[in-house]
């Protein structure tokens, strides 16, 4: 395992941050709520009501609770983790990945929980929650991006 995603992306990695699934602290919030209020059923009610964890951002695989994403000078990509005795590791395996020319606009808004939003020409928008522990390696993949 690496300390950054060099070996996954083919290149020297300029910038990198750890990222969760859009919207997961929200509806896992909800989820442990419902399962407070209501037991079992509540749980369940809750999600359906609020949907799984990819619901509302197709264009993002499905990585699990938290995946790295990278950029090195020509591409960014999405790079699948795995959990450490200490801290999450980053694999060498690929989920995604796009030129950085591809890219039309990168956004952070920042908060106690950011959200990190990446938008392609092609109209395919990848949209990740970004906690407050990783905001600063998120700012610098945005100065990185946005360079």
Known sequence: MAKD???ALGAPE???TFVNPAG???K???????GVVGGVAGAAATGVAVGGSYDGVPDVPSFGRVAYVA???DEIAIVRTRTGAFRMKITDEVLARAPRSAIAGVELDKG???HLRIAFA???VWAFDVPRANRRTAEALVRALTA
């Open 5 to 7: 995603a060099s070996g």
């Open 122 to 124: 092609d109209g395919a």
């Open 14 to 16: 300029v910038a990198g």
């Open 112 to 114: 106690v929980l950011s």
């Open 24 to 26: 997961m602290a929200r």
């Open 71 to 73: 950029a090195s000078a």
């Open 28 to 34: 896992m919030t909800a989820k442990v709520a419902g």
